[in-house]
């Protein structure tokens, strides 16, 4: 397949778990009446930013993966023939939680899962809280529309993953976000397009919107959206998602541009891995 038509979408929380779900079930619907192939939800979709706050009572949220939320959106994924990738709360056994990505491939088999990695905990980003570090490493799942990839949120930061999953084939790489405003506005900018350019693939990037007062009250932040596609020479595809608005942001990727950026710059032939041993020192 040359040409994927992808989706990312961006959206605020409903205030209940349900009509959360039932949301992103109809972005499903929307973006394969779109021609969409495959789309990547936001960061933990069924639920808010819990972040924000240290608070178990939100570990009510985990789910099993695989599990009945994931086998709902295999159901979906079969039905319109999509790909699907999920960000969500996963409980591997009571008091072992990720914050994983499930991978659904077109006719509804699930492939697997990806574990963040790099997790934050500062003021309104308490995520060692609520999740241990992922210990999947960094998985690219074969799809009908290629070879995908996930790394979450504040992953983002860490090049060394990006490079994993161009080493492991990603040839599209989601990064499902939750972002507030500050100086992650510029690295927003930057840090996807770079990663694209030095591996040589595609990145989706999406983030959620709006302000989760009514969770969170003063301690809620704003997200900022902006969600947007970028192709292996850093460029983006079509338009920035707006800051405040629900989008399913829908994109044509032509993968065989991949090939000609490797041929125009052979990054993966000129690696020096024997001379790289200090960053993987702890």
Not at 88 to 98: F, S, T
Not at 134 to 155: A, Q, S
Not at 204 to 230: H, L, M, Q, W
Request: hydrophobic share 35%.
């Amino acid at each position: 397949m040359t040409v994927v038509r992808a989706a990312i979408t961006q959206t605020e929380w409903t205030g209940d778990q349900e009509s959360m779900i039932q949301k992103h079930e109809g972005f499903v619907r929307t973006a394969a009446a779109a021609g969409a192939q495959v789309i990547c939800f936001q960061e933990l979709f069924h639920g808010p930013y819990f972040g924000i706050v240290q608070d178990s009572t939100y570990y009510d949220y985990a789910q099993s993966v695989p599990g009945p939320l994931v086998e709902r959106f295999q159901k979906l994924a079969a039905e319109y023939q999509m790909v699907i990738v999920l960000p969500l709360y996963e409980e591997e056994q009571p008091g072992v939680l990720y914050n994983t990505a499930a991978v659904i491939d077109a006719d509804g088999t699930y492939l697997g899962k990806y574990r963040k990695h790099h997790l934050p905990h500062l003021p309104q980003f308490w995520e060692k809280f609520y999740f241990r570090p992922g210990n999947g490493e960094y998985p690219v799942f074969e799809t009908r529309v290629g070879k995908i990839g996930v790394y979450i949120c504040y992953d983002r930061h860490f090049p060394e993953g990006w490079r994993a999953l161009g080493l492991n084939g990603a040839e599209i790489v989601f990064n499902p976000s939750a972002t507030k405003p500050g100086l992650s506005n510029r690295l927003w900018e930057l840090e996807q397009p770079a990663a694209a350019v030095a591996n040589q693939y595609y990145i989706g990037a999406n983030n959620r919107i709006g302000r989760e007062t009514e969770e969170f009250g003063d301690d809620a932040v704003t997200f900022y959206g902006s969600s947007y596609f970028v192709d292996p020479r850093g460029n983006y595809v079509g338009e920035v998602a707006s800051t405040d608005t629900e989008e399913i942001v829908i994109r044509d990727l032509d993968v065989g541009v991949i090939r000609e950026v490797r041929n125009s710059w052979q990054f993966y032939r000129d690696r020096r891995p024997d001379s790289y041993g200090p960053i993987a020192a702890p």
